[in-house]
């Protein structure tokens, strides 16, 4: 496991952009699956987006494709999740994740590290 430290979440006008980030300890970052996932009350987290350590292949939630990119820089063990367009249904509990084992990216049981959440909240 490692730990994971997110910021940069908070309230935003629809249209506006945030950028979240999440610092990662450890020194195999660069072959982890890093990702995000949120979550709004009563319901179940939701898969948001992934990047892999060694290809950098990408992953996004259709209705994120196009507005949000996540990113990472292996040299700051960070990963980030530029939000665009930001919609009053993008409003949730932000959580950064990570896999050292990899598997299917969109499946929270992939995921063996988790942050404490960063809530990001979009006004109509």
């Known amino acids: 496991q490692v730990q994971l430290v997110e910021s940069g979440g908070g309230l935003v006008q629809a249209g506006g952009s945030l950028r979240l980030s999440c610092a990662a300890s450890g020194r195999t970052f660069s072959t982890f699956v890093m990702g995000w996932f949120r979550q709004v009350p009563g319901k179940e987290r939701e898969f948001v987006s992934a990047?892999?350590?060694?290809?950098?292949?990408?992953y996004y939630l259709d209705s994120v494709k196009g507005r949000f990119t996540i990113s990472r820089d292996n040299a700051k063990n960070t990963v980030y999740l530029q939000m665009n367009s930001l919609k009053p249904e993008d409003t949730a509990v932000y959580y950064c994740v990570a896999s050292s084992s990899g598997g299917l990216v969109d499946r929270a049981s992939t995921y063996d590290s988790w942050g404490q959440g960063t809530q990001v909240t979009v006004s109509s």
């Open positions: 990047i892999r350590g060694r290809s950098g292949s990408v």
